[in-house]
């Protein structure tokens, strides 16, 4: 192997790997029609939906000699498909494909009111919607992140990931689900009427969003950290790890904790209560709950 590349630069090597070629030029599709509903279900592509200063929604693709590719608009609705053909050599192929070329690129016009439905199996989902508003917003990956910025949601918001990261950053809806089994879930500046984030083994770090009706925040291991968010009903808890709670904006707020760990200890603002703590008639429910970890609350 060292005799093969012995006399190429580290450019020709990657280039050498790469198998970008194999899915050919650029391909372009434009809607015909106003679409209010977007269904998208991809084998191993990366999804990116964006916004665009034009009237028709549009999207671009690479295609692979074994993807099977079904693009149908009917009545509003765009239903975009890729499947790929099982090859064994695929599976020990050493040659790699860049993100560009894997990824399927979603443009979606300003004030579109859209209905979104996203899936992929392998790779990640990232979607920046800045001038833009949609009905309801469902993303799944099987493996990957999902990223999400700059949204308003009239309706919900789901996100799944497997095996991934789900970060929000600036999104606005009426309820937000946000599941991982093996990942992190990331919410910053993001206001909803409902959130709830869970991951089975992964971090859950909320900071400065609001739920008005509920916040609930479950992982069974990792940490449950939350700073400067708002609600009238905190439901924190995680099975190994340390739950955090931080807003000093509460320092006048009666509260009504209801706090328990099994192997670990409580602090209320830097003061130990032990491993159970309750108290009742606040405008503000804490429940919190460890197994094995701590509870640390401060609200002055």
């Not at 074994?66 to 608009?73: F, L, P, S």
């Not at 931080?246 to 009504?256: A, F, Q, T």
């Amino acid at each position: 192997m060292g005799a093969l590349f012995g006399g190429m630069n580290f450019s020709a090597i990657s280039d050498f790997f790469k198998d970008d070629e194999a899915y050919g030029e650029i391909q372009g599709f434009d809607a015909t029609d106003l679409i209010t509903e977007l269904e998208i279900d991809l084998a191993d592509r990366h999804i990116n939906i964006e916004y665009i200063e034009s009237d028709t929604l549009s999207f671009t693709y690479y295609e692979h000699k074994q993807d099977q590719w079904t693009i149908e608009e009917e009545a509003g609705k765009l239903t975009i498909t890729q499947k790929r053909t099982f090859n064994l050599l695929n599976h020990i192929s050493f040659k790699y494909t860049s993100k560009e070329v894997k990824t399927v690129n979603i443009f979606i016009p300003i004030d579109t009111l859209l209905v979104l439905d996203a899936k992929t199996d392998v790779g990640d989902i990232d979607v920046d919607l800045s001038h833009s508003e949609l009905t309801s917003v469902q993303l799944s990956t099987d493996t990957g992140d999902i990223d999400i910025k700059n949204i308003h949601i009239t309706q919900s918001l789901t996100a799944d990931s497997d095996t991934g990261d789900i970060h929000l950053e600036f999104v606005e809806a009426q309820s937000m689900v946000l599941q991982c089994d093996t990942g992190t879930v990331k919410i910053d500046d993001s206001k909803a009427d409902t959130i709830n984030a869970r991951s089975s083994t992964g971090d859950i770090l909320i900071k400065r969003t609001e739920a008005i009706n509920l916040l609930k925040a479950t992982t069974q291991t990792g940490k449950v950290d939350i700073r400067g968010s708002q609600s009238t009903d905190f439901q924190l808890k995680t099975s190994t790890g340390n739950i955090y709670f931080e807003d000093y904006k509460l320092s006048d707020v009666i509260i009504s904790y209801d706090l328990k760990v099994s192997v670990g200890k409580i602090y209320l603002n830097n003061q130990s209560q032990g491993n159970r703590h309750q108290t009742t008639g606040g405008d503000i429910s804490i429940k919190a709950e460890s197994s094995t970890g701590n509870i640390r609350i401060n609200t002055q």
